[in-house]
């Protein structure tokens, strides 16, 4: 079955950086767009970015802008995500998963699939 393996999270002071990577189990990744999520305990699951896999357009979510980058490597069938000046309200659980539709951008993460089990980011003194 088609999931992704995120990687890379871990416990970092805030003002920190960390670089997280996934990759897809079974399947190239070079057709999908790619969205990454996080979820903090008792909230919603939130989109953070996603990178397009016609132009490589990016977006992000407001908290982040400035701060995270989404990149594809599609040789390497990785899509990463660099976050730099670590905020405590960016901890959670980190996921990325694929976007058959191309359309769902920020706004809808139900048409996203093939996610994995995430990778957790804890940041605290």
């Known amino acids: 079955q088609k999931h992704f393996v995120e990687s890379g999270g871990g416990l970092v002071h805030p003002g920190g950086s960390l670089t997280l990577s996934c990759a897809p189990s079974?399947?190239?990744?070079?057709?999908?767009?790619i969205g990454w999520f996080r979820q903090a305990p008792g909230r919603e699951r939130e989109a953070v970015s996603y990178?397009?896999?016609?132009?490589?357009?990016?977006d992000y979510a407001d908290s982040v802008k400035g701060r995270f980058t989404i990149s594809r490597d599609d040789a390497k069938n990785t899509v990463y995500l660099q976050m730099t000046r670590l905020r405590s309200d960016d901890t959670g659980l980190y996921y990325c998963?694929?976007?058959?539709?191309?359309?769902?951008?920020?706004?809808?993460?139900?048409?996203?699939?093939?996610w994995g089990q995430g990778t957790q980011v804890t940041v605290s003194t």
């Open positions: 990178i397009s896999a016609k132009n490589g357009a990016t």
């Open positions: 079974g399947f190239s990744l070079s057709y999908y767009t």
């Open positions: 998963a694929a976007d058959p539709t191309d359309l769902a951008g920020l706004h809808f993460i139900s048409p996203y699939d093939y």
